[in-house]
Every structure is written in structure tokens, then in C-alpha cells.
T-cell receptor
Framework: KAGVTQTPRYLIKTRGQQVTLSCSPI?????VSWYQQTPGQGLQFLFEYFSETQRNKGNFPGRFSGRQFSNSRSEMNVSTLELGDSALYLC?????????????FGQGTRLTVV | AQSVTQLGSHVSVSEGALVLLRCNYS??????LFWYVQYPNQGLQLLLKYTSAATLVKGINGFEAEFKKSETSFHLTKPSAHMSDAAEYFC??????????????FGKGTHLIIQP
């Protein structure tokens, strides 16, 4: 079956702009999580959506937001971009049940803010 | 809060030698532990996971890890390194900062270098 699909793969934006990233989970998966990966901070949890509801949120400013649609696809939005937002953004999908369930990752969207 | 510490940001081994990547965790509840691998410009691929069924966990590509509660460790090993093993390896614990069923807290990663 198809894996997790993230679009676009690469983005270049200017400071102050906003950006929307998309994630299509594996068919049947109801949980989508987002992570930011940078050389300095490593992999950091942004938020998780389950059945269109944000279930958990990491320690990021309100400029970072997301949503999930009824088909489980998810979008992540970053407003008023800063240079420090340059990162690889990874989406992971899982069934969303008990803890320990396997999370499948997409290839990521590399965002560069100039 | 849960945390993961990976000892050694870079590990270099010769092809055919033993691979040992270290991971220690901190958790107030029985943890679910994972090892992921990341190749350049790619997402993360699950190597193996510990979910309390067995302390010695076998994964893909010949990797295995042993859960040791007394040492709060979950080290990753492979008997014989192959050039294709060169990648970034991440240890993760479930139910971390974000809580929730599948939120993961990752270690900083270990870059594995294979010398020919």
C-alpha cells in the first residue's frame, strides 16, 4: 500500500510569509503527527491530530498550527516565517490506538526561509 | 517528562565489525522504545521497537536491541557492519512531551560511519 506522502518536497519562502505543508497518511491511519528536524535541535514534536482533533501539542509558538480533514489528510501552517523556521518537516501516520503503535514517516518537506 | 540520550553523535566502525549504538532513556512509566534510521534527504524508517513483549528485539537489516530496565538502556547492535548501514540513527520513546498515543521523543541521533 502507498506510504505517507508529503508535499511539496522542497519550499523556499521569504521571511514574514506564511506556508502550508500537506501530509497524506497511509490509508486507514487516523493519527497524523508533525515533527520539525533541525541540525541544532534535532527532531522535535509539533503536534498530533486524531480524527480531526488536535490531541497533543509540543512546545512551539502559536505561529505553528495544523488541521486534519475527514479523510485524515493533514496540513501544517506556519505564519510570519522566521529564518529559524528553516528545517525538514516530517509527518508521521499511525493507526492512532494504544501507545507504542508504529509510526510511519513521510520523506519530509524541506523548508528554507530566506 | 520522558527523555532519550544517545551517547556519541558520531560512531565510526570498519566494514564487518560490530556496530553498537547507545541509547539511555528516562521514563516514569513503562516505556515503548524505538530505533529509527534516516538516510540523507529521506524520512525515518523504523528498525525495531520494544513494547514489553520481549527484552531482546530483532529488527530489519540484521539489527537488534536489548531492553535493560535496570540500566534504563536500549542499545542497538549489529554483528557485522555493511557499507549500506551508513546513516543517522535515532532512538525514541513513546508518549513523550506531547503525550498522546503516538507522540515520540527522540534522541539527538548518532551518525554511523562505515570505514571500508
Amino acid at each position: 500500500k502507498a506510504g505517507v506522502t508529503q508535499t511539496p518536497r522542497y519550499l523556499i519562502k521569504t521571511r514574514g510569509q506564511q506556508v502550508t505543508l500537506s501530509c497524506s497518511p497511509i490509508s486507514g491511519h487516523r493519527s497524523v503527527s508533525w515533527y520539525q528536524q533541525t541540525p541544532g535541535q534535532g527532531l522535535q514534536f509539533l503536534f498530533e491530530y486524531f480524527s480531526e482533533t488536535q490531541r497533543n501539542k509540543g512546545n512551539f509558538p502559536g505561529r505553528f498550527s495544523g488541521r486534519q480533514f475527514s479523510n485524515s489528510r493533514s496540513e501544517m501552517n506556519v505564519s510570519t516565517l522566521e529564518l529559524g523556521d528553516s528545517a525538514l518537516y516530517l509527518c508521521a501516520s499511525s493507526l492512532g490506538g494504544r501507545q507504542g503503535g508504529e509510526a510511519f514517516f513521510g520523506q519530509g518537506t524541506r523548508l528554507t526561509v530566506v | 517528562a520522558q527523555s532519550v540520550t544517545q551517547l556519541g553523535s558520531h560512531v565510526s566502525v570498519s566494514e564487518g565489525a560490530l556496530v553498537l549504538l547507545r541509547c539511555n532513556y528516562s521514563s516514569s512509566v513503562p516505556p515503548y522504545l524505538f530505533w529509527y534510521v534516516q538516510y540523507p534527504n529521506q524520512g525515518l524508517q523504523l528498525l525495531l521497537k520494544y513494547t514489553s513483549a520481549a527484552t531482546l528485539v530483532k529488527g530489519i537489516n540484521g539489527f537488534e536491541a536489548e531492553f535493560k530496565k535496570s540500566e534504563t538502556s536500549f542499545h542497538l547492535t549489529k554483528p557485522s557492519a555493511h557499507m549500506s548501514d551508513a546513516a543517522e540513527y535515532f532512538c525514541a520513546v513513546s508518549g513523550g512531551i506531547g503525550g498522546g498515543a503516538d507522540g515520540l521523543t527522540f534522541g539527538k541521533g548518532t551518525h554511523l560511519i562505515i570505514q571500508p
